[in-house]
């Protein structure tokens, strides 16, 4: 008897088993291919942030169609083609400046927005052109894509969207080795955590910085009258491998690569000591956020967030020297210069509270991951670095 129950029990298995096959394997691609056929277009896609978002990406999503578009403007920025093709992503060689060079035939469904002139220093002298057309008008242009395509739009903005002179009169002391935030602070938006999106927006910025903001103002029409929607990231110093550090953009690989090469040092204004603080954000960090961002977007779509290291990364330059000595095992010489750099501000360490209240999100990296990561990176590819980083 029991074993005639069992046989029927069996029948029954098989026949629903036969039954739910042909659903399943109907229904198993489909999701497949709708939980994978996402397409995402990086401008700027061969520098710094762009081939490290578009490489970790592919790397991560395999089956994601990831198309690179860059005009390679950025020295170095040509070492990325060859990585990128074999990790399967698609090269444009294209300008943003251009509108035809964004007349894609394909669709996309986000649009990782990497493409800029990033020096704070660029437009203060005869290049004003450049920064304005591909930072502002580039921007511009390739809104215009994302609304023509429907993607969504991810925004790569900074810090120096916020004014110089108001970072200049925010409360800090002198300590032995950085400034520090004050607890007592006059304006808004400034704490003891660093500076928050409540920081005031008025008075001058940097031709750079005010180009990324002219650019979050434009993104916002693009929301109220062309339906694209955004997240808006704002930040601070991001850096790892693959950032071609020079004088004026891309400290941190300047200052590893000074003491990987023997070269001296220079600490610029504000006494001439290295006080100036920055955090700095890994670039494996901004992966982590943009990743959230592109499988949450609901939870960040129209939301401008400050993203920063914050103070467990901020790291003064005098601090950075001793981090780069340990970790490369030289020391080199220093200079000082009295005279303050043009657009060089004291202290900038963001506030993430916001970000982290929307996203859960938060940097998991400090300074000397940073630095170590910098350094690997280097040294593995020293012979191809060195005209590059040590010039
Ligand atoms: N690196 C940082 O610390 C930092 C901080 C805040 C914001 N950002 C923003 O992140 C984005 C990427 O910065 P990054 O550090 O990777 O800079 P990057 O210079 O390494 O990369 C920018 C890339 O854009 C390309 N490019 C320049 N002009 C172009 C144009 N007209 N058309 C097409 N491509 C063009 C360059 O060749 C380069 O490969 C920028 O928008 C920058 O403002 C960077």
Redesign the pocket.
């Known amino acids: 008897m029991y074993y005639i129950c069992r046989l029927g029990a069996l029948k029954n298995y098989i026949w629903f088993v036969c039954d739910l096959l042909p659903a399943y394997l109907i229904i198993a691609p489909l999701v497949f291919y709708e939980v994978n056929n996402i397409s995402i277009l990086i401008?700027?896609g061969?520098?710094?942030?762009?081939s490290n978002l578009s490489l970790l990406l592919k790397e991560k999503y395999p089956f994601y169609s990831v198309t690179a578009?860059?005009?390679?403007?950025?020295r170095g920025?040509e070492l990325n083609i060859s990585r990128l093709k074999a990790a399967g992503i698609e090269f444009i060689h294209?300008?943003?400046?251009n509108r035809e060079d964004l007349e894609l035939d394909k669709k996309f469904d986000y649009i990782i927005?990497?493409?800029?002139?990033?020096s704070v220093m660029a437009g203060m002298g005869a290049a004003l052109s450049y920064v304005i057309n591909?930072n502002l008008t580039?921007t511009i242009n390739t809104l215009e894509l994302a609304a023509r395509s429907g993607a969504k739009f991810i925004f790569?903005?900074?810090?120096r969207v916020y004014p110089i002179e108001h970072l200049e009169h925010i409360n800090y002391t002198e300590g032995a080795t950085r400034f520090e935030l004050s607890a007592e602070q006059t304006l808004a938006g400034v704490s003891e955590r660093g500076i928050a999106e409540n920081f005031p927006l008025d008075k001058a910025r940097s031709v750079y910085g005010s180009t990324?903001l002219a650019s979050e103002l434009m993104i916002e029409e693009f929301r109220e009258f062309f339906d694209v929607q955004y997240v808006i990231n704002r930040?601070?110093?991001?850096?790892g491998p693959y950032?071609?550090g020079k004088v004026d953009q891309?400290v941190i690989t300047l200052w590893v690569a000074r003491h990987y090469w023997k070269k001296d040092i220079a600490y610029f204004g504000y006494g001439g000591t290295g006080k100036q603080v920055r955090d700095a954000l890994h670039i494996f960090d901004l992966f982590d956020l943009v990743d959230f961002e592109i499988h949450n977007f609901d939870r960040v779509n129209g939301k401008t967030l400050n993203a920063g290291g914050g103070m467990g990364s901020s790291v003064s330059l005098q601090e950075l020297t001793r981090v780069c000595e340990e970790i490369t095992g030289n020391k080199v010489g220093s200079q000082s210069v009295l005279e303050n750099r043009k657009g060089d501000i004291p202290l900038y360490v963001t506030d993430n509270t916001k970000i982290i209240r929307e996203t859960g999100w938060q940097p998991k990296r400090d300074i000397n991951n940073i630095i170590g990561d910098i350094f690997s990176w280097i040294n593995k590819n020293e012979q191809q670095l060195k005209p590059i980083l040590d010039s």
Do not use: W, Y
């Not at 061969?46 to 762009?50: K, L, S």
């Open positions: 401008t700027g061969c520098g710094f942030i762009g578009l860059d005009n390679l403007k950025r920025s294209g300008d943003i400046r927005d990497a493409a800029a002139e990033p591909t580039g790569l903005s900074t810090s990324k930040c601070g110093v991001i850096a950032q071609m891309g």
